[in-house]
């Protein structure tokens, strides 16, 4: 196994996924700069809230497009010829799935890892007020990381199956602009059945906004364990039924 994924890495030499975490990274951190550029006293007394209330409209515009990218290059080298099928001979189309998920989870870790220090190199420049709240970053991270390595899964199998890669990239665009409305419908049942919504399920931060005063109160939210645990057993299930329709396709 640790052999197949060194071949992974191999294989995506040149891909420039680094490159593309780095520049979401940037545009990320221009937005929460710009936004903390000129900061009243309260929003600097609620400055961890308001990061972990925007972050996550900034995941749900961003990264399913980035993951959408990702899965794609990942997989077009295998379109190539008969690449694909050459790879089955060597190598189970499960374990291949399996090979791709970790490799783009490594890379899922280490835009997180960037995400974190960029909140608090920030948070602490403004001196943000209070100490640090490592159990909801921590729980930010969990979410974040559980939502967009599921939608990586379903986009590389997209990209798997369907050798036209504009498909799997218009399926990434679609949630991306899923992800950013469903702040507005996020109060609905169906919403739950929409994996692009869970950026905005699994909120950590609620806002209040007073009409006369036009102020801001920032609150915590207790975290939504009934909804991860929904996502966990989706995204599990995504692994086993992706694995047996590989199974399939390489007989």
């Keep these: 196994m640790v052999q197949a994924i060194r071949l992974e890495f191999f294989k995506m030499r040149g891909r420039c996924f680094g490159l593309l975490l780095l520049l979401c990274l940037l545009v990320q951190g221009a937005w929460l700069w710009w936004t903390f550029k000129s900061m009243s006293h309260l929003e600097i007394i609620q400055g961890w809230q308001h990061y972990l209330y925007q972050l996550p409209v900034l995941n749900a515009i961003l990264l399913p497009v980035l993951m959408a990218v990702m899965a794609s290059r990942a997989a077009e080298i295998e379109h190539k010829g008969t690449m694909l099928r050459q790879l089955y001979t060597i190598q189970p189309a499960g374990k291949l799935l399996l090979c791709r998920l970790l490799y783009g989870g490594w890379y899922l870790v280490l835009l997180l890892a960037g995400q974190l220090l960029t909140m608090l190199l920030i948070g602490l420049y403004k001196g943000f007020y209070g100490p640090i709240p490592w159990g909801y970053f921590g729980c930010y991270l969990l979410f974040t990381f559980v939502i967009t390595w599921c939608i990586y899964l379903v986009q590389l199998l997209l990209s798997l199956f369907i050798t036209n890669q504009l498909i799997p990239l218009l399926v990434g665009a679609a949630g991306s602009f ?11 049942w169906f919403s739950r059945l929409i994996l692009w919504t869970y950026y905005s399920q699994l909120f950590l931060c609620g806002m209040n906004w007073d009409k006369e005063t036009r102020i801001i109160e920032m609150y915590w939210i ?23 329709l590989l199974e399939r396709k390489e007989c």
């Design 178 to 188: 899923c992800g950013l409305f469903s702040l507005f419908f996020q109060q609905y």
């Design 222 to 244: 207790r975290p939504d364990w009934a909804g991860f645990f929904l996502l966990t057993v989706g995204f599990l299930l995504t692994i086993v039924v992706g694995w047996r």
